[in-house]
């Protein structure tokens, strides 16, 4: 694999291009990476709106139609769908793992199976999260290749 | 599909070995032809039902341990009783429920302790990916 680095005063906005036949799983987890460290979501709290870093969102959760954004510590409204969400955030660290949530993988400290097959996920701010058994292995996917 | 054609034989599996071991004390029917189709009907109507209460636990956002719990026992407690009833192993009666109780009890926890193994090997080996991630980082 070969990488390009241009840089130019003249140029306005950071591009990433990346060119390739197959896209092995290296490759996927990559773009994976990219996409962590270069996309935002613009969250809602006291009326401001904020632009938070995707890298920087634990997960989002749904509770009474309204789609919320969780960072380390802090909680944001968004005007965003799940489904949106979820369409957006394709080809990234995030995954859902529950009717109505979606968690960022690169978060996740350690899991713990339940005895009911479904898997508990402790973040690295210690919340912990349910992961239902209809996503274990989309959830999986996201950790083994 | 895999998980149901998993748990159908992992299932099937275990009764057979039951089936076999109780019939070395006389407590359980000659294994026949329609012995082993009775369990392969139980086992697979089993596991698709897991699987549909599965889904609809997950379209209903429903992650209570004991509502899983008590509906994984009724479907068992169903299924085998309708099929040995049907087959004539057991009377269609309280009886009939209650002469399957013994078996129930044994398989139950066998095949349930295999799904939450499963679980644990599941949960470990993404533990391990995590940790070699985090060396990585």
Redesign the interface.
């Known amino acids: 694999m070969k990488l390009l680095i241009e840089q130019s005063t003249d140029i306005q906005e950071t591009e990433i291009k990346i060119v390739c036949g197959y896209m092995d799983d290296r490759l996927k987890r990559l773009i994976e990476q990219i996409k962590l460290y270069t996309f935002s979501f613009v969250g809602y709290s006291d009326g401001i709106s904020t632009p938070i870093a995707l890298e920087n969102i634990y997960y989002f959760d749904t509770v009474d139609n309204t789609v919320f954004i969780y960072t380390k510590d802090k909680v944001y409204s968004s005007d965003k769908k799940l489904y949106e969400l979820e369409e957006y955030l394709s080809n990234s660290p995030f995954t859902r793992i529950s009717k109505s949530c979606i968690i960022n993988t690169s978060v996740v400290a350690s899991v713990r199976a339940h005895f009911n097959g479904r898997i508990e996920a402790t973040l690295t701010n210690e919340e912990k999260l349910i992961v239902s058994k209809h996503y274990i292995q989309e959830f999986k996917r996201k950790f083994i290749f | 599909m895999k998980k149901i054609l998993n748990i159908t034989f992992g299932s099937f599996t275990i009764m057979m070995i039951l089936f076999t071991f109780f019939r070395q004390f006389d407590l359980a029917p000659e294994i026949n032809n329609e012995t082993v189709l009775l369990v392969l009907i139980i086992s697979t109507s089993i596991a698709l039902l897991m699987e549909l209460s599965?889904?609809i636990?997950?379209?209903y956002?429903i992650?209570s341990?004991w509502i899983?719990?008590v509906v994984r026992i009724s479907i068992c407690y169903v299924v085998v009783f309708i099929a040995c009833a049907s087959f004539g192993v057991v009377s269609f009666s309280l009886f009939g429920l209650w002469e399957i109780t013994p078996t129930l009890i044994l398989c139950f926890p066998l095949t349930?302790f295999y799904?939450?193994y499963m679980?644990?090997e599941?949960?470990e080996?993404?533990?391990q990916?995590?940790q070699k991630?985090n060396k990585i980082e």
């Open positions: 599965d889904k636990q997950n379209h956002d992650s341990i899983d719990l349930y799904t939450v679980n644990n599941l949960a080996s993404i533990n990916a995590i991630r």
